[in-house]
């Protein structure tokens, strides 16, 4: 493995920025009395455009509210970037983006990917940025308020939380090693894992948000996790053409997915050799939510009403906490 330095990603990041002048424009400009949240110059902004400004009738109770939603989703977006940053380079996030309210947790796990496709690895670097870049926005936008990472599993052994997620699913026996590292099928599954949940995750919880600044910031990540749903989802079934076990293993998870967050029926693989299924939805052609509590159901590995357990061995931080009791 070969370890870059920080700035690496960093210089990344700004490349990106401004190769992108209009990604993520989003600012505030008020303070907030409940939680601390202050409403802050956010990230991609380059000067030219008018800064949007939440209304200011929020009450105290909705603002805590929204902050609470908000550090869920940072919760999710530590997890996601810590994972791909080590993939695409062989890298935890820095020590400044994980600080903030509370301890700050360690990381189990993570290592370089040795891609062979040069196009996997590719788009596992852009994913990694825009999660690193996920991080720093959503964190700008709770200031005091946003929570420290938590303690997160995503080592690739026998201890991992991806080995778990992969025994309880039948993708590997309940004696074997699941490593999303080890190589670019792997990769590729270990984040279609994530992925759709974190789809379902902010179109879930975009409703319940009463700043339009904030459901605007929702909808910007929304739809970029679904642009990374969607590419995960196809070179996933391109390259089950030349290897139908792809397709079998996708259908593994998605089941596991489905049998953890409740009796519903709505998650999707990505379909068969005849027929492709990227984009998963109902009959009206719209994407599924989940609730919080499911969300958590996934994360932690458990059916059961818990704070605790999978990829968050001691539970995420902040005050949406518990997963659903789904049976």
Request: with cysteine; aromatic share 8%; net charge negative.
């Amino acid at each position: 493995m070969t370890d870059l330095p920080t700035d690496t990603v960093l210089d990344a990041i700004a490349a990106r920025r401004a190769e992108r002048r209009n990604f993520l424009r989003y600012a505030g400009g008020a303070a907030a009395s409940a939680g601390g949240l202050a409403l802050l110059a956010a990230c991609g902004s380059d000067g030219d455009d008018p800064t949007p400004t939440p209304t200011p009738s929020s009450t105290a109770t909705s603002v805590a509210a929204d902050a609470d939603i908000l550090n869920f989703a940072l919760n999710l977006e530590y997890l996601e970037a810590q994972f791909y940053s080590w993939a695409a380079f062989g890298q935890p996030l820095s020590a400044g983006l994980t600080s903030g309210v509370g301890t700050v947790g360690t990381v189990t796990g993570g290592a370089a990917v040795p891609f062979s496709d040069p196009i996997v690895a590719q788009y596992a670097r852009e994913i990694a940025l825009d999660e690193v870049q996920h991080v720093t926005f959503l964190k700008t936008v709770l200031g005091g308020s946003a929570v420290a990472m938590p303690a997160i599993n995503i080592a690739g052994d026998a201890t991992g939380a991806f080995t778990a997620a992969a025994r309880a699913a039948n993708v590997v026996g309940s004696s074997d090693v699941f490593n999303p590292y080890a190589n670019d099928i792997n990769f590729l599954l270990g984040a279609y894992l994530f992925e759709d949940v974190g789809v379902s995750a902010y179109k879930g919880a975009s409703p319940l948000i009463g700043n339009k600044t904030f459901i605007e910031a929702a909808a910007g990540i929304l739809a970029t996790e679904s642009y990374h749903a969607g590419l995960i989802r196809s070179v996933l079934y391109r390259k089950g053409i030349d290897a139908p076990s792809i397709f079998t293993n996708a259908r593994l998870i998605s089941d596991a997915r489905d049998s953890l967050d409740g009796g519903s029926d709505v998650d999707q693989g990505i379909g068969d050799a005849t027929t492709a299924n990227i984009v998963p939805t109902d009959t009206n052609g719209l994407a599924y939510s989940r609730s919080t509590g499911q969300v958590l159901n996934i994360v932690y590995l458990n059916k059961a009403a818990v704070a605790a357990g999978g990829f968050f061995p001691s539970g995420i931080a902040g005050n949406i906490r518990t997963s659903a009791a789904s049976g």
